[in-house]
Each structure stands twice: as structure tokens, then as C-alpha cells.
């Protein structure tokens, strides 16, 4: 199916990552023109930008003035910017439940995933003002939806994109541009480096997909292609403050005995 996405400007957030990654390959075979973020992934982001024809850009996204800078960065290397991808983001790996969580922690981790897609977005919409056109897909996460246990933290931050913020942001849009689009994308466990050490762990793959029909792990594709269909105005031009799992059917409950 067309999608409508050749040519069109993409900034992609966390690019350095494996759902980054799969995110600018997937764009860049629409034939869209894409920027990718960096922050400390540098080599891996201009080797995918060489990949696919586009360019790599550093920014850290906590820092208001380099995140504004990022995405004039992205207008101008693009010649247009019509999507933001929010997808930078970091999971503490230590288990840690509340009564034993550092302040520091909590802090680092709503700054790592809820300032830096605030503060892109607002970047971003800034931009929308003056082209009166623009789309907006969130990486948030199932942790957000269902909890997790040990990271409550991450699971804050990612449950606060899926509602709140998103369901603002989905009404605010439109006043600056008329047919604007947010929506978010839930992935599950995913393949990616950032989970590689957990998903080691066989009996943890075996627990964790026992709350799946779909029994296994997901794949960073699996992830990038829906949220390239929510970017698209063809595809889903009629759909805005969604939150879409990718999650192989996940529940917060157990499906299967073993």
C-alpha cells in the first residue's frame, strides 16, 4: 500500500538503538528523507545515515536549548520537517522497587523518557506553527499500560505519554494544524540491545510470554512498521490519540498455564 511518505522530512529520536534503527530503515524505504538522533550512539547513527541516505544528529534531549537546536537542525538538512518520531528513551535495568529507589533515579529516569519527548515535542510544534502540517507517533511502552514491577519509575513516565500527555497533545495540535495527528505505539518486549541482557534469560522469556496468545518476542520491525502507518496520511489519516500495542497480544494477566 502507498503510504504518501516519499519525500516527506522524518526526525527519529534515539536512533541509535535497535527500534531506532529499524525506524529509519523502515522510513527511508518509503522514500522519506530522515533524520537521525543521536546522543551518545554516534557511530552506530552515521552508519545507519550512510545506509539509508540520511543524516545523523546529536542532540541530548534533556537540554532545552539543544533539542530546540536539533530540530532546526533536522528543517534544515531536510529542507522540511512533516514527523517527529519520539522514540529516545532508557530502561533502567537494576530491579529496584519503590521502598529502595533513589530520588536520583526516579528523577533520571522520568527526565530520560518523559522530558526529552516533551521537550522534542514541543520543539517540533513549534515548527508546526509556521508549516500549519505536522504528525507527532510516541514510543511509549507496555510497562506503561500494565505496570512493571521493579521499575515503576520507567512505568510512570511511559504511562503518563500513553494518557495524559498524549490525549492533550492530540486536541492542542489542530489548533496550529488543521488535520495534525498524535498517537502512540506501545511496544512489548522487544529484541533490541536494550533488552538483550534481560531476554538471556530463558525462564524470564518463558514467564514473560505466558501473558501473550502470540508466545514470543517481538522484533524491532515489528515495532517500526506500525508506527510508519500511523505517520502516514493515507493509512491513518483518520486516526489520532490512539495508544497501539505491539505487544503480541499482551494482557496483564496470565493466558497460558506453562
Not at 512505568?155 to 494544524?177: Q, V, Y
Not at 500511523?230 to 494482557?251: F, K, P, Q, R
Request: proline share 2%.
Amino acid at each position: 500500500m502507498e503510504t504518501g511518505l516519499a519525500g516527506k522530512g522524518v526526525l527519529i529520536t534515539g536512533a541509535g538503538g535497535g527500534i531506532g534503527g529499524a525506524l529509519g530503515r523502515e522510513f527511508a524505504g518509503e522514500g522519506a528523507k530522515v533524520a537521525l538522533h543521536y546522543r551518545s550512539s554516534r557511530d552506530r547513527a552515521e552508519k545507519l545515515a550512510s545506509e539509508v541516505g540520511g543524516v545523523a544528529v546529536r542532540a541530548d534531549l534533556t537540554i532545552e536549548d539543544e533539542t530546540n537546536v536539533l530540530v532546526a537542525d533536522a528543517v534544515r538538512m531536510l529542507d522540511r520537517l512533516d514527523v517527529l518520531v519520539a522514540n529516545a528513551g532508557a530502561w533502567p535495568s537494576a530491579d529496584e522497587p519503590v521502598w529502595e529507589m533513589s530520588l536520583e533515579r526516579w528523577r533520571q529516569t522520568l527526565a530520560a523518557n518523559l522530558d526529552t519527548v516533551f521537550l522534542s515535542c514541543r520543539a517540533f510544534l513549534r515548527h508546526v506553527t509556521r508549516t500549519r502540517t505536522g504528525n507527532i507517533v510516541i514510543i511509549a511502552s507496555t510497562a506503561g499500560l500494565f505496570g512493571e514491577a521493579g521499575h515503576a519509575d520507567y512505568a510512570a513516565a511511559k504511562g503518563a505519554l500513553a494518557s495524559g500527555f498524549l490525549k492533550s497533545l492530540k486536541n492542542e495540535i489542530t489548533r496550529i494544524a488543521p488535520r495534525g495527528r498524535v498517537n502512540v505505539v506501545a511496544p512489548g518486549w522487544t529484541a533490541t540491545d536494550m533488552a538483550r541482557g534481560a531476554l538471556a534469560d530463558e525462564h524470564l522469556v518463558e514467564r514473560i510470554t505466558r501473558t501473550m496468545p502470540l508466545r514470543k518476542v517481538g522484533a524491532a520491525e515489528d515495532v517500526a512498521r506500525v508506527v510508519v502507518a500511523l505517520a502516514s496520511d493515507t493509512i491513518s489519516g483518520h486516526v489520532t490519540g490512539e495508544v497501539v500495542t505491539v505487544a503480541g497480544g499482551m494482557e496483564g494477566r496470565v493466558l497460558h498455564d506453562r
